[in-house]
T-cell receptor, first 111, second 113 residues
Framework: KQEVTQIPAALSVPEGENLVLNCSFT??????LQWFRQDPGKGLTSLLL?????REQTSGRLNASLDKSSGRSTLYIAASQPGDSATYLC??????????FGTGTRLQVTL | NAGVTQTPKFQVLKTGQSMTLQCAQD?????MYWYRQDPGMGLRLIYY???????DKGEVPNGYNVSRLNKREFSLRLESAAPSQTSVYFC????????????FGPGTRLTVT
């Protein structure tokens, strides 16, 4: 059974700092990995999708990498801003096309 | 372009009552999904519909039924609500099953007393 772990569970950084969020998964037989952002009381917003054949994807200040063989992904956020404060979720699509989510990292960017 | 919409946003039910959560997407996606989100559990798949006319069970289907009414709409029904079904419910869609980016609705916060 696929398990997705996100460390740390919570993170607080000062504005302007670069930061890395980690995601690990137990079964490397995945089709893709997706990073989401969730604001309190809101739905999920897709940030980046990395196909299993790709190593990384970039969108603005966000860069996500994927090392399928080691079961790891990282989300790099450059020059963090208070507006980046949210919970970040990673999810992998595995066998039977099932999406398995991690429990998220709650990020707070302080002034 | 509204994306994925869900109604209602909030609902309080008494144990044993029934209700239907509605979901619609306007992106011409083939696949649709229902998830529930509970503290410390992450999101878990309840049911999905790979294409119009098909539905399949996910990880936690007990106590729920679904209907793929047409390509746009996918509803989730609770026949006899239980306190264990208190949760936030999210509908999502993707172009095809599994291989494409999933887009989520804003969620329905359900409380069963």
């Amino acid at each position: 059974k696929q398990e997705v772990t996100q460390i740390p569970a919570a993170l607080s950084v000062p504005e302007g700092e670069n930061l890395v969020l980690n995601c690990s998964f137990t079964d490397s037989a995945i089709y893709n990995l997706q990073w989401f952002r969730q604001d309190p009381g809101k739905g999920l917003t897709s940030l980046l999708l990395i196909q299993s054949s790709q190593r990384e994807q970039t969108s603005g200040r966000l860069n996500a990498s994927l090392d399928k063989s080691s079961g790891r992904s990282t989300l790099y956020i450059a020059a963090s801003q208070p507006g980046d404060s949210a919970t970040y979720l990673c999810a992998v699509t595995g066998t039977a096309s099932k999406l398995t989510f991690g429990t998220g990292t709650r990020l707070q960017v302080t002034l | 372009n509204a994306g994925v919409t869900q109604t209602p946003k909030f609902q309080v039910l008494k144990t044993g009552q029934s209700m239907t959560l509605q979901c619609a997407q306007d992106m011409n996606h083939n696949s649709m999904y229902w998830y529930r989100q509970d503290p410390g559990m992450g999101l878990r798949l309840i049911y999905y519909s790979a294409s119009e006319g098909t539905t399949d069970k996910g990880e936690v289907p007990n106590g729920y039924n679904v209907s793929r009414l047409n390509k746009r709409e996918f509803s989730l029904r609770l026949e006899s609500a239980a306190p264990s079904q208190t949760s936030v419910y999210f509908c999502a869609s993707s172009a095809d099953r599994g291989y494409n980016e999933q887009y989520f609705g804003p969620g329905t916060r359900l409380t069963v007393t």
